[in-house]
């Protein structure tokens, strides 16, 4: 199986800490909007609102992961082109399939690459809150369900599982699944937790 690896060091150490950088209005508002962002999509009732205020272009659609354990999960989705990429987007902890920066990766990815694009709101978050995240142990099987779910839809035989954060460990977890082969082409873990073991003890393993 690919594996794509992000190596910020260089990024990190090319940060000017010795003179600050100047701030301008548009750093303001983007630190405002991003304040609004947490707020509104991390209450349930804010985030039905919001969302439905402000949703995906067409032809994007809400849909339903319904996973192993019969949670059923939120989710968008757009079809791509023929023959195109599939990429399942797996949002991080008080992230959301609605919030600004995932919105515009999800949107950008179909629009530039053509490709089959599902975001999926894991357990606790977004339009999935009502179910209890397990700190990684259900959410490696979401994935694989989402992936099956999106492997259907778009036709693809694997598909790109890209996390953030918490959904970045859940995408190393899930490539340790059995039956990741034949699902995932390539896992992205975008700044996961620094080891996806430290969620092992946040809840008991649920019986699978």
């Known amino acids: 199986m690919g594996m794509m690896a992000m190596n910020s060091v260089g990024a990190f150490a090319a940060i000017p800490f010795g003179r600050p950088r100047r701030r301008?209005?548009?750093?303001?508002l983007g630190d405002v909007k991003a304040g609004l962002d947490f707020v509104?999509?991390?209450l349930p009732s804010t985030h039905t609102f919001f969302s439905r205020i402000n949703p995906y272009p067409h032809p994007w659609q809400s849909?339903?992961?319904?996973a192993n354990d019969g949670a059923?999960?939120?989710?968008?989705?757009?079809?791509?082109?023929?023959?195109?990429?599939a990429v399942l987007l797996v949002?991080?902890?008080?992230?959301?399939?609605?919030?600004?920066s995932r919105k515009r990766r999800a949107i950008r990815l179909w629009r530039e690459l053509g490709a089959h694009v599902l975001v999926l709101d894991q357990r606790g978050f977004g339009g999935s809150h009502a179910f209890p995240g397990t700190g990684g142990y259900l959410e490696a099987r979401d994935a694989h369900a989402a992936a099956d779910?999106?492997?259907?839809?778009s036709g693809?035989?694997?598909v790109t599982l890209w996390g953030d954060s918490l959904g970045g460990a859940a995408a190393l977890l899930a490539g340790s699944v059995p039956g990741a082969e034949e699902r995932f082409h390539r896992l992205l873990a975008w700044t996961p937790l620094a080891c996806?073991?430290?969620?092992?003890?946040?809840?008991?393993?649920?019986?699978?």
């Open 91 to 100: 949002p991080g902890t008080f992230q959301t399939k609605d919030d600004s």
């Open 196 to 208: 996806p073991r430290a969620a092992r003890p946040a809840a008991p393993p649920p019986p699978l």
């Open 24 to 28: 301008t209005g548009g750093h303001v």
């Open 72 to 85: 059923r999960l939120a989710a968008v989705y757009a079809a791509g082109n023929p023959g195109a990429p």
């Open 149 to 153: 779910w999106l492997r259907g839809m």
């Open 40 to 42: 509104a999509h991390n």
């Open 156 to 158: 693809t035989g694997r």
């Open 63 to 66: 849909v339903e992961i319904v």
